[in-house]
T-cell receptor, first 113, second 113 residues
Framework: AQSVTQLGSHVSVSEGALVLLRCNYSSSVPPYLFWYVQYPNQGLQLLLKYTSAATLVKGINGFEAEFKKSETSFHLTKPSAHMSDAAEYFCAVMENQGGKLIFGQGTELSVKP | DTEVTQTPKHLVMGMTNKKSLKCEQHMGHRAMYWYKQKAKKPPELMFVYSYEKLSINESVPSRFSPECPNSSLLNLHLHALQPEDSALYLC????????????FGSGTRLTVV
């Protein structure tokens, strides 16, 4: 079964610093991978997705992620954190059969002034 | 229209009440989903509807009863819930399996008293 593991349940950065949120996947076939963001008391918003077209994927709000097959990773980065980036971030993989979206445990990002 | 609309946003109900959650999308998506999310946890899949037919039931208790009256509308009927059922209930839709990802609504915050 496909799965994703997010390393670090909580990450804290200073405003203007690099944001790096880690995600590793487990899949025997090329997966479809996603990053979602959830602000308090809201639903999930799609940041970006990997669909095998390009290994470096650019998303909304200045985020990007790089698919590395050799490392089975899909880490999310942003060069300069903003206070408004504080939220919960979920990495997810789409099951090839049945189309179920499987989420990682989530990483809470805090941004310090 | 690129949104999934959920109503109500907040719901408080007693353990003997019957209530319904509503979800609507007008993006032409043919798959719709119900997720349950507890605080500080990832969303957990409850039900999947594909072309208005229930395709996945993740062993959800019968006090939760989904309904898909048409391709744009998804309901979740609630009856005799328990306090532990208090959570954020998220609806999502997608064009189908694979690379499309899901579009999520903002959720219904349910409190069972």
């Amino acid at each position: 079964a496909q799965s994703v593991t997010q390393l670090g349940s909580h990450v804290s950065v200073s405003e203007g610093a690099l944001v790096l949120l880690r995600c590793n996947y487990s899949s025997s076939v090329p997966p479809y991978l996603f990053w979602y963001v959830q602000y308090p008391n809201q639903g999930l918003q799609l940041l970006l997705k990997y669909t095998s077209a390009a290994t470096l994927v650019k998303g909304i709000n200045g985020f990007e992620a790089e698919f590395k097959k050799s490392e089975t990773s899909f880490h999310l980065t942003k060069p300069s954190a903003h206070m408004s980036d504080a939220a919960e971030y979920f990495c997810a993989v789409m099951e090839n059969q049945g189309g179920k979206l499987i989420f990682g445990q989530g990483t809470e990002l805090s941004v310090k002034p | 229209d690129t949104e999934v609309t959920q109503t109500p946003k907040h719901l408080v109900m007693g353990m003997t009440n019957k209530k319904s959650l509503k979800c609507e999308q007008h993006m032409g998506h043919r798959a719709m989903y119900w997720y349950k999310q507890k605080a500080k946890k990832p969303p957990e899949l409850m039900f999947v509807y594909s072309y208005e037919k229930l395709s996945i039931n993740e062993s959800v208790p019968s006090r939760f009863s989904p309904e898909c009256p048409n391709s744009s509308l998804l309901n979740l009927h609630l009856h005799a819930l328990q306090p532990e059922d208090s959570a954020l209930y998220l609806c999502a839709s997608s064009q189908g399996a694979g690379s499309y990802g899901y579009t999520f609504g903002s959720g219904t915050r349910l409190t069972v008293v």
